[in-house]
Structures are given as C-alpha cells and as structure tokens.
C-alpha cells in the first residue's frame, strides 16, 4: 500500500531556509502527480505547490511563489519543498499527498 513519510520540519527564525522531504513508497512514484498543502491552526488545508509526475511543470498557491520550490527525484521516490525567505505566517503542519494517500504531516513553526 502507498505510504508517504515527512521529515525536515522544525523551527526556524523568519527569513530563515527549511527543506522538507516526502518518501514515497508501495507504488510507482514517478507515474504521479506529487503536492504539498499546510493546515495552520484554525483554517482549512490549502494547497502549497504541486509538480507533474516528470518534474518539469510546477504550480504554486500565490502567497509562497518565489519562496518555495517543488522539486522531485524520481529514482529515489521522494518530492522535496525547499521554503526560503519563511515569515511567521507560513507556520503550519505542513502534508505531502500524492497517489490518493497522504502523509502524517510535519511541523514547521516561523517565529523568534
């Protein structure tokens, strides 16, 4: 069955770089479409960036364009978010999904 497996968050001071992985596992991972979303406390799960099974064509939600980069390795099955020049409000759990099944999420916390 397909597993998807965060790492990388934590906390960081704003303006500061964080890289999250996602491991993909149980299923052909470079067949797929792959997406980040973030669910701060109290609002509803947003999509954050999305990137096409080959890793050429991007999408990002506006308020992180610039920022944060989608990318992918196919051969080791993992989808990457590097978030860089981060701000207080892009703390939130932070949710690898692709192949219908999700992660369990990551902490990420921007504060001083």
């Known amino acids: 069955q397909a597993q998807l497996v965060e790492s990388g968050g934590g906390l960081v001071q704003p303006g500061g770089s964080l890289r999250l992985s996602c491991a993909a596992s149980?299923?052909?991972?470079?067949?797929?479409?792959m997406y980040w979303y973030r669910q701060a406390p109290g609002k509803e799960r947003e999509l954050v960036a999305r990137?096409?099974?080959?890793?050429?064509?991007?999408l990002y939600e506006d308020s992180v364009q610039g920022r944060l980069t989608i990318s992918r390795d196919n051969a080791k099955s993992t989808v990457y978010l590097q978030m860089n020049s981060l701000k207080p409000e892009d703390t939130a759990v932070y949710y690898c999904?692709?192949?219908?099944?999700w992660g369990q999420g990551i902490q990420v916390t921007v504060s001083s």
């Open positions: 149980g299923f052909t991972f470079s067949n797929y479409a």
């Open positions: 999904q692709g192949r219908e099944s």
């Open positions: 990137i096409d099974p080959s890793g050429r064509t991007t």
